[in-house]
């Protein structure tokens, strides 16, 4: 996550970098979220699975002024 954000920010000079994830998928949000991720805002039944499950999305982002090499 450390390359993408520094490829993001520093290299191509973005102004938002944002992902989404499955809401079930607790360990890569904890993740996003350690490495400065905020929590925009949640897609009800965002995705649909091969079985045809619809699932919540979680929407996150970082801005370039909350962007740090520290």
Known sequence: MAW???????????????????????RARALYERCGFVQEGIWRDGFRSADGIYSDLVAYSM????????
């Not at 520094?6 to 989404?20: C, G, N, P, S, T």
């Not at 801005?63 to 520290?70: A, G, H, I």
């Open 4 to 26: 993408v954000a520094y490829e993001a920010f520093a290299v191509r000079k973005v102004h938002r970098l944002y992902l989404e994830v499955a809401a079930n998928n607790a």
């Open 63 to 70: 801005l370039e002024r909350e962007y740090s090499t520290d």
